[in-house]
């Protein structure tokens, strides 16, 4: 059974850290488009952070705008691990994150959109207080 298990999220101030986990079971990182979503309360799912695993290692990180120079996306690829530390958090940062997967490497035109992921964590709840 496929499964992306989301761990990491809570409470913080802004301006503070978290680190969240996506650990993969059922199937193989390698060759897979990893990426973080998340949504707010009333909002729709956007994309986050996107990675890509091959050969056992991380390439390609790539960031939504809002997120660049705050959060990093990393893998442990031959672990089945990919996580985003999140640094000088902001109030707009608070949602519901989750890890998402999909075989292939795609453009990035395409990776932001949640249609192409065949595989979805449970998500973990993040907030930031001001």
């Known amino acids: 059974e496929v499964q992306l298990v989301e761990s990491g999220g809570g409470l913080v101030q802004a301006g503070g850290s978290l680190s969240l986990s996506c650990a993969g079971s059922?199937?193989?990182?390698?060759?897979?488009?990893i990426a973080w979503f998340r949504q707010a309360p009333g909002k729709e799912r956007e994309g986050v952070s996107f990675i890509m695993c091959s050969s056992g290692r991380d390439r390609d990180a790539t960031y939504v705008d809002s997120v660049k120079g705050r959060f990093t996306i990393s893998g442990d690829c031959a672990k089945n691990m990919v996580y985003l530390r999140m640094n000088m958090l902001k109030p707009e940062d608070t949602a519901v994150y989750y890890c998402a997967a999909q075989q292939g490497v795609w453009p990035v035109s395409e990776i932001v959109y949640e249609g192409l992921y065949d595989y979805w964590g449970q998500g973990t709840q993040v907030t930031v207080s001001s």
């Open positions: 059922g199937f193989f990182f390698d060759a897979y488009t």
